[in-house]
């Protein structure tokens, strides 16, 4: 499994982005999809993620109402509208991926197999 994250950039505070994460995988829906994140000298974070064939999408509560994570099965590719952007948002961005479909470790980044190779969100004040 390959991923190619796109579409970082940067905006000012209450600006918006989208990003684009390109899976190269047969049976996309059977994954669990996350977007992760992390700033400098800070660990890696959940943001928000999929867990296979489930619709529902589930966020950090530092996102909630800002983001949105959206995936195409069939373009294999997972999306994260950011809008309301804010400096705190500020990091590199990662998608990641894993066959496994288990809530209590979507949120663990140990937990996944495969990684895109990040995307940096610059927001200024």
């Known amino acids: 499994v390959q991923l190619q994250a796109s579409g970082g950039g940067s905006v000012q505070a209450g600006g918006s982005l989208r990003l684009s994460c390109a899976a190269s995988v047969r049976t996309f829906s059977g994954y669990t999809m996350t977007w992760f994140r992390q700033a400098p000298g800070k660990e890696r974070e959940f943001v928000a993620g999929f867990r296979p064939n489930n619709s529902n999408p589930y966020y950090a509560d530092s996102v909630k109402g800002r983001f949105t994570i959206s995936r195409d099965n069939a373009k294999s590719t997972l999306y994260l509208q950011m809008t309301s952007l804010q400096p705190e948002d500020t990091a590199v961005y990662y998608c990641?991926?894993?066959?496994?479909?288990?809530?209590?470790?979507?949120?663990?980044?140990?937990?996944?197999?495969?990684w895109g190779q990040g995307t940096q969100v610059t927001v200024s004040s």
């Open positions: 990641a991926a894993t066959s496994r479909g288990i809530l209590s470790t979507l949120k663990i980044p140990s937990s996944y197999h495969y």
